[in-house]
């Protein structure tokens, strides 16, 4: 038997969650004055936009109002989604995270920026950007390695998409 409100709360939610081919990433009960927030953090491999965040909000309201588990106090629930810089935490986070750049803060206190090109059940294949005009190059990173790792916003993120559509054109041209 769970003995944390956190664990009561990840048995009760996390089925009806995953019903909703989500994956519940975390849990957290803030106090906000007098009030409390219940703040529910889900994703997918596919992502999740504001329909299906929306209707697992509904379910997980509807859900947790027939519980007692947050007892009888107030409190109000927040849903969303990890957001642009998440940290990964987990193997599927990494896969997730694929062709983006990454911060890592490494095992033998180095720190590396790097785009995961790919993820296994050992570790990442990076690609590192090259410094000053330099060729990126290109590098294995084991997971034992990693002791912090965070997705970076990018505004400028090279789309390969677009990529292939303005080959197509100049090919075209």
Do not use: C, W
């Amino acid at each position: 038997m769970s003995t944390t409100q956190s664990e009561r709360l990840r048995e009760l939610l996390e089925p009806l969650v995953s019903s909703q081919g989500l994956d519940l990433e975390e849990i957290a009960v803030d106090s906000v004055g007098r009030k409390r927030v219940l703040r529910v953090t889900v994703d997918s491999d596919t992502g999740a936009d504001l329909d299906r965040i929306a209707d697992v909000s509904r379910a997980l309201s509807a859900k947790l109002d027939e519980s007692d588990v947050m007892g009888s106090a107030e409190y109000t629930l927040e849903v969303g989604t990890p957001g642009a810089e998440r940290l990964l935490t987990e193997h599927r986070h990494y896969v997730r995270a694929t062709g983006r750049l990454v911060r890592f803060q490494l095992a033998d206190g180095g720190e590396l920026v790097a785009r995961i090109t790919a993820a296994d059940d050992d570790g990442l294949d990076l690609e590192v950007p090259g410094v000053k005009g330099r060729k990126p190059t290109v590098r294995r990173l084991a997971f034992d390695d990693i002791t912090r790792a965070r997705v970076q916003v990018e505004f400028n993120r090279k789309d390969d998409a677009s990529d292939d559509k303005n080959d197509k054109k100049e090919e075209e041209a």
